[in-house]
């Protein structure tokens, strides 16, 4: 158990949907990461946010955006949703003083039908 | 930008046995580190090993080690008495340091072990 944790596990909609996933970092830190990870795109960084505030973005889609609230938990929120957003969805956490290791949750299985 | 390329989309080894798993990477810094993990069936991610690139020794965790050529830009894993446990994916990984910029990891696409009794 890394202390990261994602809710829901799996999540099953239909296209044109909104979602909102959701992660709790590690204990003290600060870093929060998402990651997707699709079949034809493998392990991709999407966007960081340190303390509150976007740090770093990836590939992230426009329909996508992301949040750190003052608890220092995320959520991804992920709208107009197509077929090809149906991909394993990471949330890591590290404490950035610690030479930036990542410790991954378990991930959200999404599914858009 | 970076980009890390695993060539052994599958590889399997007999319990008790050692597998090297490769990884090679590029970028133009000379200060990153490197990273294994990996992803058995429950499809977690977990972390192996980190390596640091300003580090000569090369890294060890238990039965885990790898071997860093940092001229070659080249970072292997290997596994020393195998067990079926070990069967996953691994994923190599780079990182530039942390600074605020932020950072992100870049993953390679992975290598499927199977570690038959």
């Known amino acids: 158990d890394s202390g990261v944790t994602q809710t829901p596990k799996h999540l099953i909609t239909a296209t044109g949907q909104r979602v909102t996933l959701r992660c709790s970092p590690r204990s003290g830190d600060l870093s929060v990461y998402w990651y997707q990870q699709s079949l034809d795109q493998g392990l991709q960084f999407l966007i960081q946010y340190y303390n509150g505030e976007e740090r770093a973005k990836g590939n992230i889609l426009e329909r996508f955006s992301a949040q750190q609230f003052p608890d220092l938990h995320s959520e991804l929120n992920l709208s107009s949703l197509e077929l090809g957003d149906s991909a394993l969805y990471f949330c890591?956490?590290?404490?950035?003083?610690?030479?930036?290791?990542?410790?991954f949750g378990p991930g959200t299985r999404l599914t858009v039908l | 930008a970076q980009t890390v390329t695993q060539s052994q989309p599958e590889m399997s080894v007999q319990e008790a046995e050692t597998v090297t798993l490769s990884c090679t990477y590029d970028?133009?810094?000379?200060?990153?580190?490197l990273f294994w993990y990996k992803q058995p069936p429950s499809r977690q991610m977990i972390l192996v090993i980190r390596q640091e690139a300003y580090k000569q020794q090369n890294a060890t965790e238990n039965r885990f080690s790898v071997n860093f050529q940092k001229a070659a830009k080249s970072f292997s894993l290997k596994i020393s008495d195998s067990q079926l446990g070990d069967t996953a994916m691994y994923f190599c990984a780079f990182m530039k340091p942390p600074n605020r910029h932020g950072s992100r990891l870049t993953f390679g696409e992975g290598t499927q072990l199977t570690v038959n009794p």
């Open positions: 890591a956490s590290s404490v950035v003083l610690d030479g930036g290791t990542q410790y």
């Open positions: 970028t133009s810094e000379n200060n990153y580190y």
